[in-house]
RNA sequence: GCUCCCAUAGCUCAGUUGGAUAGAGCACUGGCCUUCUAAGCCAGCGGUCCCAGGUUCGAGUCCUGGUGGGGGCGCCA
């Protein structure tokens, strides 16, 4: 029983582990094949299926070699029975007492008792990175979330986690950006919408350009002064910059979203030539059709040999691919992380391939991931500033908060306005959150204002209610939840148990999603949980005059350890336990 | 030309890295509010997992080939 707070998958997996030793059948040092939850409740609550793999090694038939497991797994305490199915299925059935008992001690500990698998260890995850006088879009919207729910989940697992914004604040978009402005800007329109002006003086330019290339040349010229320091670029380049941080920042806080350092492009800009210099004389670099590159053969990866990394123009400036190792090189030498994530648009998987190669020239062994997300499909399109089909981030934030609010004032008239406007917040911009979340990353994402909107089913509010009702249950019984020692919970009804099992493996869940870089595997946990406890909820009443005190206190117990999971998943996701809708 | 990804219910998507009778939500049909919030619950309907082979105790998942769709590929980021 000391072991209780170890994953349930964990204990299981060291027992049958053991049992296999002890059956001579596999060498001491082995590992196991680990217990994975059921789908079926009738194939009980886990199950190995390792009978099959030590079949073929033992040269026996898989169902008696199960057999041996399943004899040599009795008597143990979390154990009510294991079963020996089909063709070498072990099944293993929890015992309540043993599933209570870890359901109390989890409830009550720091965020459910997840291992700290990542206690001394630190992470550098890069995410969101918009471009300056660029106004955010539904574009930004996965890389920010997503990138969001995966530094919370590293955190919780006790990560050093240092959350880099990655802004595109240097380059050739400058110079075109001082040439517009020059000539088309709108004072009365920056003064209202800054950064509304400097993205129309930037498409404006796009325009003109096309009747008129000299004006490329103008920006190019522009820009090189620019990044010669010249005080009037500088200082355009600045004004520009801090105003479209300004506003980015109102997004982030609008999101929940935040970042230990926000070092841009611009921060390496010093570098740059030097680290080009420095891969030439080591060789790394070489010099192709005027332009420096990092050539790769088949060693460094598939494809790769065709694909060198450039990092100097034959004009001499450099690209972002330069700047991305620069980059690199920075955050090794100050943070000595032991992973680097990059949560991006799916369409720069060969940019980061190439310069993570480039890093391993350099002898950086840090382990780099590539988190590349699908696109935002846009009504059969795929959303471009280019082509105008963009939708802008607040303002989808703002209509969906503004259809959360009519619902909340029909369905919660009695509470304050204040209140209401921060439920309606709260559900709004969850709703939007959630619908990126619970899809897989990798995939693309159709946008659909009617699934971002809805109030029923695998929602946003869905969730909330869920988290609310449990809060609602204890206010009616007059109890602080901050304050409530739970006891044993009440496991007897079959909706009760399957809610308990779901908290237990809330942990394990955690960890996986963590792993996998995959917000949407903890989501679709929470959402398992939130239906089961709704079933719970509308079958076993919880303060009723009828029922015992013991019952009493171990249905509280159980919803007790439901609002402590909900809040930390949807903590974990972004999204703000509500404790009242 | 090279390379990567995708194809699962009418729709939008999951599918714990190879496990048992493939799931969820929406939509549709029927039922449940004198009792802790109906933003809810219960039940039903719904499938050639793109096609063809292969690997093995077992394939939506792995391999090969094909069909269809999409992405990327040195002077943008």
New binding site residues.
Partial sequence: MEDVMKLVSELLTEGIRAAAVQAGLVEPDAVAE?F?????P???DY?C?W???L??IARKA?REVAAILVERLGDNPMIARV?L???????VFLSDPWLGENLRARSVAADLGVPQVGAGRTMVIDYS?P?IAKRMHVGHLRSTIIGDAITRMYRVLGWKVIADNHI?D????FGKLIVAWERWRDDAAYAEDPVAELQRLYQAFGEAAQEQPDLIERARAETVKLQEGESKSRALWQEFCRVSLEEFDRVYERLGVSFDVVLG?SYYRDRLQRLVDDLLERGIAVH????V?VPFDASDG??LS???L?I????G?????T?DLATVLHRVETWAPERVLYET???????FRQVFAASRKLGVEVEFVHIGH??L?LDGG?ASTRAGTVLNLVDVLDTAVAH?RT??D???AHLSESERAE??EA?GVGAVKITDL?????????F?W??ML??????A??L??AN??C???F???GLDIETFVPGLPDLTHD?ARAVALLVVRTPEVVI?AT??A?P??LA?HV?AL??AF???????????EDLSAEVRLG?LSLVYAVARSLSLCLDLLGLVP????
């Fill in positions: 680990p994975v939850p059921t789908a079926d009738r194939h009980g199950q299926n009978a099959f793999r079949a073929k898989p079963e199915a089909g063709p070498g299925f072990v099944n990175s471009n595109g240097w380059g050739t978009q492009e192709d059709q005027g332009a590159i598939k494809g065709k694909n060198p450039l100097r123009k034959s004009d400036a450099a690209l972002y691919g700047t648009d799916v369409r720069q998987a060969l940019h699908g696109m499909k795929v959360a619902v909340v029909q369905a919660s439920i309606a559900v619970s899809q897989n990353p990798s995939t693309d994402i159709h659909d009617e699934r809805a109030i029923e089913g695998d929602t509010p869905y909330l209610y609310a009702r809060h609602s249950i206010r009616k019984a909706t996986a792993e996998a995959k949407n595997v679709t959402f939130a239906r709704a079933s719970f909820y509308s079958a076993c009443r919880v303060l009723d249905r509500l404790r009242r809708m």
